[in-house]
């Protein structure tokens, strides 16, 4: 599937450029004689302690990449993850500025419109407090694609080994998704640690969770549930030790971003950190 219509006029150069940054990366992991360099390195406008990583990360010698210890305990920090589709890349700096306002400091950008990396790209130059990954990447050109225009991560629906193995080459830390014990086995051996539990609750919710992960556990699996949640059931996934993060698509709303309803979103996003606050006081009572 031809996926070229993402990149905007005006920025094709520059993400280029990063691309083939990436891909020379790519190049070496991989034992290969790199090719000539590019003109620029690829460079993120994250705070010091998330510029660390973009360093290269190292690859196994199965072709897989694990996930970043100090990236996956900010997205442990922050509780919630904050999934957003956006349609017009005009949008995405207040949108971006409305969630941190109320406390939620990552976000999934999906890679579902032709504005999506144009957005991502906005976001980065212009809140680099919010940590930004990009969700329903699924091939190896977008994974290119995202890391080039910023993405500090990435996530899937399901599991690729192609995109699993693109992002191992190109040093781009990712989330598959998950929903049966097949797909954990083939995310191991991609040395894949953190999932994506999607669609949540369609598959079974928490109950189908504990169940298929419990084999695995000795592994240090934890997910990242998606699909179906709410204020309403929050609670009870974010008790569970299993789960790193949720998933959170209501906090961006399509009507909210379509009226440009910054406070709602602002709302929504502070409401949701209140309940992961206090789940995590619950859970330290003595």
């Not at 690859?59 to 100090?70: A, D, K, L, R, Y």
């Not at 695995?216 to 934890?222: E, T």
């Not at 929050?234 to 910054?262: H, K, Q």
């Not at 602002?266 to 006081?281: E, S, Y």
Request: include cysteine; glycine fraction near 10%; hydrophobic fraction near 45%.
């Amino acid at each position: 599937m031809q996926r070229s219509h993402l990149i905007k006029p005006g920025r094709s150069g520059k993400v280029a450029e990063k691309i083939a940054a990436c891909q020379l990366h790519g190049e070496a992991a991989a034992g290969r004689e790199p090719g000539p360099p590019t003109r620029n390195a690829v460079a993120f406008s994250f705070a010091p302690v998330i510029k660390k990583l973009a360093e290269p990360s190292p690859v196994s010698s199965n072709g897989g990449m694990p996930f970043p210890e100090e990236l996956q305990k900010r997205i442990e920090e922050a509780g919630i993850i904050a999934v957003a589709t956006v349609e017009r890349a005009e949008d995405a700096v207040p949108m971006a500025r409305a969630l941190l306002a109320g406390g939620v400091t990552v976000l999934e950008l999906t890679l579902r419109t032709p504005a999506a990396l144009s957005a991502l790209e906005a976001i980065v130059a212009d809140v680099p407090e919010l940590l930004p990954g990009t969700g329903t990447v699924l091939s190896p050109a977008q994974v290119r694609q995202a890391k080039a225009a910023g993405a500090a991560f990435g996530l899937s629906p399901g599991v690729n080994r192609a995109v699993l193995e693109a992002a191992a080459e190109c040093g781009f830390p990712f989330v598959p998704g998950i929903a049966t014990p097949s797909d954990i086995e083939v995310a191991l051996e991609h040395d894949c640690t953190l999932m994506k539990l999607f669609p949540a609750e369609t598959v079974g919710g928490l109950p189908w969770l504990k169940a298929i992960a419990a084999p695995y556990a000795f592994r240090g699996v934890r997910f990242i549930p998606l699909g179906g949640l709410h204020p309403g059931n929050m609670e009870a996934y974010l008790a569970e030790p299993l789960v790193a993060a949720l998933g959170g698509s209501w906090l961006v709303p399509r009507e909210a971003l379509e009226a440009g309803d910054w406070s709602r979103i602002t709302t929504l996003a502070a409401d949701a950190c209140k309940t992961v606050a206090a789940v995590r006081r619950h859970s330290q009572a003595p």
